[in-house]
């Protein structure tokens, strides 16, 4: 079990240009999770999927954010327009049924740099 | 107010044990959580209790929960350098999605 990755692990843009982060998930694991964590703050939720289908979006998800997970396996979010508030560490994680979904596992991060 | 409630350091001396604690409001939580994270690195799931359990002890680490005072600690024995980091608290409701506190940030002394 290789764990979750992401890649890429630092991006660093200007503001006003897209970035795309790629998350791929435990490969048992149906359910994957992205949260963006800014400094001195805990993960917060942004979106999951089960599958292919996207359950549950937060209202932090503001329509310069997207996310897709088209096969149900690896997971991208984009950003459009980056603004320098985007700059933070973005988080997936996944988990299995055969846990109840209550064991999430994450990756190492990928943190974006927006000047 | 936060939701979970967590104080932001902790230190403490190798081979003491360190207890660090954490409040939460909702009493429907089902599960409540410790996650660990390193400078740079994502988060690792340390332990987790759910909420009809007291105490949860593995290896090193024991959970107390507290219900009617929706409280939750967390103690490491025998404390090394290695476990300086910054540990989450959060609570899981019916929805799967865990809300987090702004994390404890421990300072272990040689």
């Known amino acids: 079990d290789t764990g979750v990755s992401q890649d890429p692990r630092h991006k660093i843009t200007k503001r006003g240009q897209n970035v795309t982060f790629r998350c791929d998930p435990i490969s048992e694991h149906n359910r994957l999770y992205w949260y963006r964590q800014t400094l001195g703050q805990g993960p917060e939720f942004l979106t999951y999927?089960?599958?292919?289908?996207?359950?549950?979006k937060s209202r932090l998800l503001s329509d310069r954010f997207s996310a897709e997970r088209p096969k149900g396996s690896f997971s991208t979010l984009e950003i459009q327009r980056t603004e320098q508030g985007d700059s933070a560490m973005y988080l997936c994680?996944?988990?299995?049924?055969?846990?109840?979904?209550?064991?999430?596992?994450f990756g190492p991060g990928t943190r974006l740099t927006v000047t | 107010g936060e939701d979970v409630e967590q104080s932001l350091f902790l230190s403490v001396r190798e081979g003491d044990s360190s207890v660090i604690n954490c409040t939460y409001t909702?009493?429907?939580?089902?599960?409540l959580y410790w996650y660990k994270q390193e400078p740079g690195a994502g988060l690792q799931l340390l332990t987790y209790?759910?909420?009809?359990?007291d105490m949860k002890q593995d290896q090193r680490l024991t959970v107390l929960l507290n219900k009617k005072d929706k409280h939750l600690s967390l103690r490491i024995a025998d404390t090394q350098t290695g476990d300086s980091a910054i540990y989450f608290c959060a609570e899981m409701r019916g929805s799967y999605i865990p809300t987090f506190g702004r994390g404890t940030s421990l300072i272990v002394h040689p």
């Open positions: 999927f089960q599958n292919e289908a996207q359950l549950e």
């Open positions: 209790i759910f909420s009809n359990m």
């Open positions: 909702d009493s429907s939580s089902t599960y």
């Open positions: 994680a996944s988990s299995a049924p055969g846990q109840g979904y209550y064991e999430q596992y």
